[in-house]
T-cell receptor, first 113, second 115 residues
Framework: TQLLEQSPQFLSIQEGENLTVYCNSS?????LQWYRQEPGEGPVLLVT?????EVKKLKRLTFQFGDARKDSSLHITAAQPGDTGLYLCAGLYSGGGADGLTFGKGTHLIIQP | DTAVSQTPKYLVTQMGNDKSIKCEQNLGHDTMYWYKQDSKKFLKIMFS???????INETVPNRFSPKSPDKAHLNLHINSLELGDSAVYFC??????????????FGPGTRLTVL
């Protein structure tokens, strides 16, 4: 089983601050995805990163895939209360077989106004 | 139109009962999944179906049996429910299985409570 470690597990900050969430593994992944989940709903895909070193931006969110494709980070600039939610990273293992997506345990983010 | 739908939204039942959760996707995807999310929000894959064939069966008790009458449906039947089965169950679909750029679309979840 390929494991994805997310940190921090919980984060509560003030509106306007910046934050970074990390997703790390000892395994190489074909791709890393970031999902956001709101209470009572299913996860929704934010971004997919595929190439080592890739950086993608989605408004105030910046996603990076590590050069070795074992880790990823999500950086939020000037966080807003609407960013509150559970952020999940998920990786598709590149070791072959049909392992499907492996999810991290999530980061619970609260942005206080 | 809802892309991935699940019924029921909430399910409360007694230990030992048998129950089913239904899932439908109208995206024309080839692959459907069932995930279990525990009380700590850890999401773990249980099954996936690709073109009506079971592809993944993680270490899930055989009390859980997925059934796919057609490509658009993947139902989850659970026999002899136990307290530890209480969780939120998510159905999801994607165009293909194990393609790195595919998006998985999740249903709204079914919160199962076993008393």
């Amino acid at each position: 089983t390929q494991l994805l470690e997310q940190s921090p597990q919980f984060l509560s900050i003030q509106e306007g601050e910046n934050l970074t969430v990390y997703c790390n593994s000892s395994s190489v992944f074909s791709s890393l995805q970031w999902y956001r989940q709101e209470p009572g709903e299913g996860p929704v895909l934010l971004v997919t990163v595929v190439t080592g070193g890739e950086v993608k931006k989605l408004k105030r969110l910046t996603f990076q895939f590590g050069d070795a494709r074992k880790d990823s980070s999500l950086h939020i600039t000037a966080a807003q209360p609407g960013d509150t939610g559970l952020y999940l990273c998920a990786g598709l293992y590149s070791g072959g077989g049909a392992d499907g997506l492996t999810f991290g345990k999530g980061t619970h983010l609260i942005i206080q106004p | 139109d809802t892309a991935v739908s699940q019924t029921p939204k909430y399910l409360v039942t007694q230990m030992g009962n048998d129950k089913s959760i239904k899932c439908e996707q109208n995206l024309g995807h080839d692959t459907m999944y069932w995930y279990k999310q525990d009380s700590k929000k850890f999401l773990k894959i249980m099954f996936s179906y690709n073109n009506k064939e079971l592809i993944i069966n993680e270490t899930v008790p055989n009390r859980f049996s997925p059934k796919s009458p057609d490509k658009a449906h993947l139902n989850l039947h659970i026999n002899s429910l136990e307290l530890g089965d209480s969780a939120v169950y998510f159905c999801a679909s994607s165009q293909h299985l194990a393609v790195s750029t595919d998006t998985q679309y999740f249903g709204p979840g079914t919160r199962l409570t076993v008393l």
